[in-house]
């Protein structure tokens, strides 16, 4: 399997190709008041709009700082309504890839309720790099979406 390798505040993290519809450089992004810290905004991506998750803000609290390695990961999503949806993961430094055998991933030994999108961890001559799965981002953060809706109460709902 083939894997984007990134960094989040000097630690690797890797998404899964397969679930890449394309990496872009990094854009100006629409903000949205109200909303978490880890939503960057929305984007224009060829008609569409595309709300954007900074992985560094869901992971470590702090930004993804704009190297031009910063990249906007457009991923194949599968909502809560079952339909895919095109979803922008804000990664840091995302310039290299690597394979691995599904069978070289080995638990973390931790599980955090709040982070269940950290997955099993590989090592390589560089140390070790935890997976992200996409498909355990938390719900609050992703629901299945089209658009964003702000509810009266200034909470977002993603429809």
Do not use: W
């Not at 990134?6 to 949205?32: G, H, Q, W």
């Not at 190297?67 to 804000?90: A, C, M, P, Q, W």
Request: proline share 5%.
């Amino acid at each position: 399997m083939l894997f984007l390798v990134f960094e989040i505040d000097n630690e690797r993290y890797c998404l899964e190709v397969s679930s890449i519809i394309e990496i872009t450089p990094m854009v100006a992004f629409k903000k949205i008041p109200h909303v978490p810290a880890y939503f960057s905004g929305l984007f224009n991506y060829r008609g569409t709009i595309v709300p954007v998750v900074d992985l560094s803000v869901l992971i470590s609290g702090k930004s993804s700082r704009p190297f031009f390695s910063t990249r906007v990961v457009l991923v194949d999503y599968e909502g809560i309504d079952k339909n895919h949806h095109i979803l922008g993961l804000l990664a840091e430094r995302a310039t290299e890839t690597i394979f691995c055998k599904e069978e070289a991933f080995q638990p973390s030994g931790i599980e955090v309720d709040e982070a269940k999108y950290l997955g099993d961890v590989i090592f390589d001559e560089k140390g070790m790099i935890q997976r992200i799965r996409i498909e355990k981002l938390p719900p609050e953060t992703i629901q299945g979406y089209d658009f964003f809706a702000l509810r009266e109460n200034n909470d977002i709902t993603i429809l």
